[in-house]
């Protein structure tokens, strides 16, 4: 059950390091950068699961779903491809939304494996799992969006500010 508190050290912690160094030698800190660093971190983590627990993994997903286990091995490839994406900046953008996307649609196989108590990772808890999950989920998506989605300084409500042209008048 300590995998939850592993993904949130792992999420948060190069984010914490800049803001206190940031902090301390009064330089500007780039608290995108550094929350992609942890972004990256925690998909590498859960990449390797995917290679290190391929067997308990696999019976996370339904009997009915076909190639559990290379769908299992294919996903750890996809986090890995995640986790490069948050390291290079122009990258970033598609990763996050990536990122969100998977996230997403990885939660029905958390939700099958608690409700089958499946012996992984806190599954075995039975739904009471989904407590903890369910708001790990949200918080890593939400993460996701702050640091990589987002745009700062662009009103949702106006578009983006780059897709205007200059208006030119002709004589």
């Known amino acids: 059950m300590t995998t939850p508190i592993v993904m949130l050290v792992l999420m948060l912690a190069p984010y914490l390091v800049f803001r206190l160094v940031s902090m301390a030698t009064h330089r500007d800190f780039d608290d995108r950068k550094a929350a992609s660093i942890g972004?990256?971190?925690?998909f590498i983590f859960t990449g390797v699961g995917h290679f290190?627990?391929?067997?308990s993994m696999s019976q996370m997903l339904p009997p009915w779903v076909p190639a559990r286990v290379l769908l299992i091995y294919l996903t750890g490839v996809l986090e890995f491809g995640i986790a490069v994406?948050?390291?290079?900046g122009r990258f970033r953008y598609f990763a996050g939304w990536v990122a969100a996307a998977v996230l997403?649609?990885?939660f029905p196989g958390n939700i099958y494996a608690a409700i089958n108590h499946i012996p992984m990772g806190g599954h075995a808890w039975g739904p009471v799992y989904l407590l903890i999950r369910a708001p790990l989920q949200a918080i890593i998506i939400l993460w996701v969006y702050w640091f990589t989605i987002r745009q700062p300084g662009v009103d949702p409500n106006e578009g983006n500010p780059a897709d205007a042209l200059p208006?030119?008048?002709?004589n």
């Open 167 to 170: 208006l030119q008048i002709q």
């Open 52 to 55: 290190i627990d391929t067997g």
């Open 39 to 42: 972004l990256s971190l925690l």
């Open 85 to 88: 994406g948050f390291l290079v």
């Open 104 to 106: 997403i649609l990885f």
